[in-house]
């Protein structure tokens, strides 16, 4: 059985929840989610909280059971506080720079880049060299900040390039000399 799974959903109440024609529609303070539900399991809503269910005993079932609980979850906190994700950018001269729904990046290419915002997905960006995506879709947020991140991921030697705050680059020694 899945762990995962089988812990219930708790609802606050400020959250609307319809399921309908294996749908799922949250709706929140900051905006409306919608996904639709494998037919593999269903969900059992119950006063305020949420239960997802297997229709049947098999591996699969009990994959897509704690996968189901995983994104219902994160629908309900997106539309309740929304997510974020923070990038770095390190590097001499590489900067950043918020213009409409673009970003503009200066990371030692001889032209900027510039990257389209996702539909959903704010950015800000602070001192010139962090930028914060935000937006009420876990997975969009997620894609976005990798996509911005794969424009110029970090290098091993000095560190140069688009990173997440969050993660650590493993450093490589650099030529020695020699006598």
């Known amino acids: 059985m899945s762990r995962v799974g089988k812990k219930p959903i708790s609802i606050p109440d400020k959250i609307k929840i ?3 024609d294996r749908v799922l529609t949250v709706t929140g303070d900051k905006g409306t989610l919608s996904q639709s539900i494998h ?5 059992k809503i119950e006063d305020s909280v949420m239960n997802v269910t297997m229709i049947s005993e098999d591996r ?3 994959a897509l059971q704690g996968l189901t609980r995983s ?8 539309v309740n506080q929304g997510f974020q994700r923070t990038l770095e950018i390190n590097g001499i001269g590489y900067r950043a720079e918020l213009s409409g729904k673009q970003i503009v990046l200066h990371v030692g ?3 900027p880049v510039a990257f389209d915002l996702p539909e959903g997905i704010s950015a800000t960006v602070e001192k010139n060299n962090n930028i914060i995506l935000s937006g009420i879709d876990k997975q969009k947020v997620g894609l976005a900040a990798a996509a ?3 424009i ?21 020694a650099g030529k020695t000399g020699t006598k």
Request: cysteine-free; glycine content about 6%.
């Open 18 to 20: 319809a399921y309908s």
């Open 39 to 43: 037919p593999a399991v269903d969900l």
């Open 60 to 62: 699969n079932s009990r």
């Open 71 to 78: 994104l219902v979850d994160n629908m309900i906190t997106g």
């Open 109 to 111: 290419y001889s032209n």
């Open 148 to 150: 911005i991140r794969k």
């Open 152 to 172: 110029r991921p970090p290098e091993p030697y000095k560190g140069k390039g688009i990173k997440y705050a969050e993660e650590h680059i493993r450093r490589k």
